[in-house]
């Protein structure tokens, strides 16, 4: 009888599933408010994040956590984050898009600075 009672306490794999994809693009798109750290239930980073979203460096460093994350192995995440449970794996184009998404964003500064908008 006894023993039933141990059956009902939640458990690790119980816990709420973090999706790699999701953690990714938070990371990269909105990492300067610290999204991604609220996502993955580390809530003093994300208000630190937000604390000083003014001066860029969250976002430098959100920059290379999505870089960390879209790396990481699957089995690795999964330990991290969702106690061992496996999900998908990263999309196959998120890798690249990635690497392309800075040359881009130097592309188009430099596009402007040709064309004279002046910053």
Not at 3 to 26: F, G
Not at 30 to 35: I, K, N, P, T
Not at 48 to 71: K, N
Request: net charge positive; aromatic share 14%.
């Amino acid at each position: 009888m006894s023993e039933d009672i141990y059956l009902d306490k939640p458990t690790a794999v119980a816990r709420a599933y973090r999706d790699q994809t999701r953690a990714v693009l938070l990371a990269a798109l909105l990492g300067d408010l610290g999204l991604h750290h609220f996502y993955l239930r580390r809530p003093y980073l994300g208000l630190l994040s937000l604390a000083f979203c003014w001066t860029g460096i969250p976002g430098v460093l959100a920059s290379l956590d999505a870089w960390r994350y879209a790396f990481m192995h699957a089995q690795a995440w999964a330990e991290r984050h969702n106690g061992g449970r496996l999900g998908k794996p990263v999309p196959r184009w998120l890798r690249p898009a990635l690497a392309l998404m800075p040359i881009a964003i130097l592309v188009a500064i430099f596009g402007m600075l040709y064309a004279g908008y002046d910053f």
